[in-house]
């Protein structure tokens, strides 16, 4: 019953307009008066500890990166040096599009930052093209969604932190699967258009890609210094988000010199609007996720899933199509907080590393933010392409449905996630 209580009044409290962060606290009084312990303090004291975390601290600092990143003229320059090397190739501005999102993914760990800056840039180029405007959304949707998949990623520092799981395991963990998702759309975009007609751009001269790819090579340095930082053990990720962010102003204000010192207070302003949500989402779900554990949901969760608790990759796989429904309604902040503390005592009793189930979540809610009603990147795309949203879910489908059987593939095959993570650990 204590589960009925949870789902129907956050459910309910959904259904009626309400912010989501104001929802979970309205879930977590519900159950506590359904469990006859209601106490106001309660709900503060787990607010405040759900947002009084030392990682945390990296989710301001990645986004002020991101602003920087994209003021400083670190994602156009990505973009440039991109066209350089594979724009001339037929589809070539798609392929562009994939490079680019892989690249800035290492960068900045935001979808929606990234799919902005992307659509923005090569939407209007693909369009005088003569590319299928869908279809070129629905790739940069899916492009964008790479972000939170390879480091550094604010949904895996979330994950980390709600589960009590190493964050910089798990960021070295979704290397590869976020490269596998970039090169399963390429493969998609292929096939899709090869019945197109479209203009092919020029081909450019070795000294010209050099030349992009020099003046672009501050940004390519930043995810070595990261990775490489944190598997060296020379810091932590939130020292690597300090640093990305210093890194990234830097470039922006002595190396590029298009950051002037007047647009400091906006950018700060920006990142810093950004991370309260995140962190007020946070915050609010200290309270659910309390009253989860004290109500013992994840318990009765065991119960229901007890006949694939013998195995762990159906397990595995039960839970995946579980986290693709809830991903449809839900968005993948919320979906993180409010699952995580669920899934991951069952993930313990069933014996699943909580760091290869971790990568594979991520991906699972980032195919959500392209997956309607809700497809939080599908909104921006629209907004900046000017499309309806219709045009731009007939254009992802073949390009999700990639990124899902990526997913699914590394349910079956849990060597492609860890052998690296063990080659680069150990």
Not at 78 to 87: F, K, L, P, Y
Not at 239 to 248: D, K, L, Q, T, W
Not at 249 to 273: D, H, M, P, S
Not at 322 to 345: K, N, R
């Amino acid at each position: 019953m204590t589960v009925f209580v949870f789902i129907a009044s956050l459910l309910a409290l959904m259904a009626l307009g309400m912010p989501i962060a104001f929802a979970l606290i309205g879930c977590g009084l519900a159950m506590m008066y359904y469990m006859g312990m209601t106490d106001p303090q309660i709900v503060i004291q787990n607010m405040w500890d759900g947002a009084n975390s030392f990682p945390l601290l990296a989710v301001p600092f990645f986004m002020l990166a991101g602003e920087f990143m994209n003021a400083g003229g670190m994602t156009r320059r990505i973009i440039t040096m991109s066209m350089a090397w594979v724009g001339h190739i037929r589809g070539g501005l798609g392929y562009v599009a994939v490079v680019a999102a892989i690249v800035m993914a290492s960068l900045s760990g935001s979808a929606v930052a990234d799919t902005a800056a992307l659509a923005a840039v090569l939407i209007p180029l693909m369009r005088n093209a003569g590319y299928d405007v869908n279809r070129s959304c629905g790739l940069i949707s899916c492009g964008g969604i790479i972000a939170p998949v390879i480091p550094p990623s604010i949904a895996l520092i979330l994950y980390g932190v709600t589960g009590g799981v190493s964050i910089t395991k798990l960021f070295i963990a979704g290397i590869v699967p976020g490269v596998l998702m970039g090169l399963s759309i390429m493969l998609a975009w292929r096939w899709c258009i090869k019945h197109d007609e479209m203009r092919i751009e020029a081909k450019r001269s070795q000294a010209e890609r050099w030349q992009e790819t020099r003046s672009a090579s501050w940004a390519l340095v930043l995810p070595v210094v990261i990775i490489g930082g944190l598997k060296t053990g020379m810091f932590t990720p939130t020292e690597a988000a300090v640093i990305a962010a210093a890194y990234s102003l830097f470039a922006g204000t002595v190396i590029y010199r298009e950051i002037k010192f007047k647009q400091l207070f906006g950018l700060c302003l920006r990142a810093a609007e950004t991370t309260a949500v995140i962190m007020f989402l946070v915050s609010a779900a200290g309270v659910s996720a309390w009253l989860i554990t004290a109500a013992d949901i994840p318990g009765q969760l065991a119960e229901m899933v007890a006949p694939f608790m013998g195995n762990k990759m159906l397990m595995t796989f039960v839970l995946m199509i579980l986290v693709l429904l809830v991903g449809t309604a839900l968005d993948m902040t919320p979906t993180i907080l409010i699952m995580t503390p669920v899934l991951m005592p069952v993930l313990k009793q069933a014996g699943i590393d909580p760091v290869y189930f971790g990568v594979l979540f991520i991906m699972n809610n980032a195919i959500g933010l392209v997956t309607p009603p809700v497809g939080t990147v599908l909104n921006v795309v629209c907004g900046v392409a000017r499309i309806p949203m219709s045009g731009a879910i007939k254009g992802v489908v073949p390009f999700m449905i990639a990124q899902t059987i990526v997913m699914f593939l590394l349910v079956l095959f849990p060597d492609i996630v860890m052998l690296p993570l063990h080659w680069m650990t150990r």
